[in-house]
């Protein structure tokens, strides 16, 4: 069965700054891996995904992940942040089967003014 | 809307009383879930529909919790006896299919509280 860690519980950087989500998952063949954003009061909405092919994936909103197979990753990042960008984010990995989802925690980002 | 719908959006219930919560997932989507999230946590599965059936329970907490998907469409999730700890906002979501190529469109949930 899959697996999604996300070790960081709460992350909080600047406006402004870069940066940068962990996700690290576990599952025995290729993944397909997501990026989820919830913002508060609001329901879970898509950032990205990857299925297969180039490895560096752009999403919605400026964000952008990088799959590393061989370090069982793909983690979320962007380059500027805005403070609309305030929200949780979670990873997912889907198995081909379908079956369940499975999300990580989830990240908790703050963004100072 | 053609997004996923659930309802109630809020429901307070005493201990010991009887819940169900309604998805109305996107037209045309035969794959149906339901999360739990409580507070503070992150999503934790409880079931799926491809179509009506549910070949995978395994994510219901307890026999209290019971769900059921008709004509392919609307999804109503039963708790029975609640209790304080069933308190959290439950999610539902629908796909295309249940491949995992699919992308999952969330409900705005339905927050529960067990008084």
């Known amino acids: 069965a899959q697996s999604v860690t996300q070790p960081d519980i709460h992350i909080t950087v600047s406006e402004g700054a870069s940066l940068e989500l962990r996700c690290n998952y576990s599952?025995?063949?290729?993944?397909?891996l997501f990026w989820y954003v919830q913002s508060p009061g609001q329901g879970l909405q898509l950032l990205l995904k990857?299925?297969?092919?180039?490895?560096l994936v752009q999403g919605i909103k400026g964000f952008e992940a990088e799959f590393k197979r061989s370090q069982s990753s793909f983690n979320l990042r962007k380059p500027s942040v805005h403070w609309s960008d305030a929200a949780e984010y979670f990873c997912?990995?889907?198995?081909?089967?379908?079956?369940?989802?499975?999300f990580g925690p989830g990240t908790r980002l703050s963004v100072l003014p | 809307g053609a997004g996923v719908s659930q309802s109630p959006s809020n429901k307070v219930t005493e201990k010991g009383k009887d819940v169900e919560l309604r998805c109305d997932p996107i037209?045309?989507?035969?794959?149906l879930y339901w999360y739990r999230q409580s507070l503070g946590q992150g999503l934790e599965f409880l079931i799926y529909?491809?179509?009506?059936?549910?070949?995978?329970k395994s994510g219901l907490p307890s026999d209290r919790f019971s769900a059921e998907r008709t004509g392919g469409s609307v999804s109503t999730l039963t708790i029975q006896r609640t209790q304080q700890e069933d308190s959290a906002v439950y999610l539902c979501?629908?796909?295309?299919?249940?491949?995992?190529?699919?992308?999952?469109?969330f409900g705005p949930g339905t927050r529960l509280t067990v008084l």
């Open positions: 979501a629908s796909s295309p299919g249940t491949s995992g190529l699919n992308e999952q469109f």
């Open positions: 997912a990995v889907g198995a081909p089967l379908g079956q369940n989802f499975v």
């Open positions: 529909f491809q179509g009506n059936s549910a070949p995978d």
């Open positions: 037209s045309g989507h035969t794959a």
């Open positions: 990857y299925f297969s092919g180039d490895t």
């Open positions: 599952y025995g063949a290729t993944p397909y």
